[in-house]
Nanobody
Framework: QVQLVESGGGLVQAGGSLRLSCAAS????????MGWFRQAPGKEREFVAAITWGGGDTYYADSVKGRFTISRDNAKNTVYLRMNSLKPEDTAVYYCASGRDWVGYDYWGQGTQVTVSS
């Protein structure tokens, strides 16, 4: 079992920046990859970015590539999502997830709201 707690969401103007954090605890040895997902009102949850604990390999959705950066601090069991050049369409609840590979995620955080005003 892995517990995940997100923080750092809030209200920001278009063009601004935010950094989200996700602190992991519990049986973290079972976690190979960490991912960020988001869900906007009336839409399905979508993938944003992912990173591996071991090698730090990253992958991004096309919609955020070049604007968002995912990183991790292994000593703190924490992953981050730095979001730059935010757009109103980035408004969503952002969720952190833990999995054993790139495509399968077993544990999820409670989510943190990001609102971008125009």
């Amino acid at each position: 079992q892995v517990q995940l707690v997100e923080s750092g969401g809030g209200l920001v103007q278009a063009g601004g920046s935010l950094r989200l954090s996700c602190a992991a605890s519990g049986r973290t040895a079972s976690s190979k990859a960490m991912g960020w997902f988001r869900q906007a009102p009336g839409k399905e949850r979508e993938f944003v970015a992912a990173i591996t604990w071991g090698g730090g390999d990253t992958y991004y959705a096309d919609s955020v590539k070049g604007r968002f950066t995912i990183s991790r601090d292994n000593a703190k069991n924490t992953v981050y999502l730095r979001m730059n050049s935010l757009k109103p369409e980035d408004t969503a609840v952002y969720y952190c997830a833990s999995g054993r590979d790139w495509v399968g995620y077993d544990y999820w955080g409670q989510g943190t709201q990001v609102t971008v005003s125009s």
